[in-house]
């Protein structure tokens, strides 16, 4: 894993230049879509700017777990107990068109804002439930931790996650 560190205030345009460095090299790339200060669940405009510059496609994860720890901080940051279930739901690839208006731009970041929280929230209701859920398939990462994961077909269209299924 390789890191790149940069936000809007700070060290972006190196960052971008890094990215797109690795996005020559095949590379997945992955990124923290609020900003270092919050509001928490609100997408910062950097992730749309890097995916329609560098036409990167877009995979968002909500990622929940059950009976977690939360720091009281501006993004209650979690920390999974020893032993929880974790689940993680994932969208379809999203393109962003390369030149967009203003308007356009505000656009896709909110509608990418709403399915990343659409996403979390399911997650974590999936998580508490404790009910599987068609098409899931866990990851293991040690001998007493595991993921479960679920992901939209590359067919899905983005507004499919706002209602999306529901754990059984």
């Known amino acids: 894993m390789r890191c790149v560190r940069g936000s809007s205030n700070r060290g972006g345009a190196t960052a971008a230049k890094q ?12 990124v923290t879509p609020d ?23 877009l995979v968002l994860y909500g990622v929940g777990y059950d009976r977690p720890w939360r720091a009281n ?24 068109p390369k030149r967009l208006s203003d308007e356009d731009f505000e ?17 974590e209701d999936w998580a508490c439930s404790g009910k599987r859920m068609a098409g899931e398939s866990t ?3 040690g001998p007493k931790c595991s993921l479960t994961h679920f992901g939209y077909s590359r067919n899905a269209v983005i507004g499919a996650a706002q209602n999306g299924p529901s754990p059984r």
């Not at 656009?107 to 399911?122: F, G, N, P, V």
């Open 19 to 30: 990215f797109l460095k690795l996005k020559t090299t095949g590379n997945v790339l992955a």
């Open 35 to 57: 900003g270092p200060l919050g509001p928490a669940r609100r997408m910062a405009p950097g992730v749309i700017h890097m995916a329609s510059r560098l036409q990167l496609p």
């Open 73 to 96: 901080s501006w993004d209650r940051f979690v920390v999974p107990r020893p032993f929880s279930r974790g689940r993680i739901i994932s969208s379809p690839l999203m393109h962003i």
């Open 107 to 123: 656009h896709y970041r909110q509608k990418m804002e709403i399915l990343l929280t659409d996403l979390t929230d399911m997650a």
């Open 139 to 141: 990851v293991c990462m």
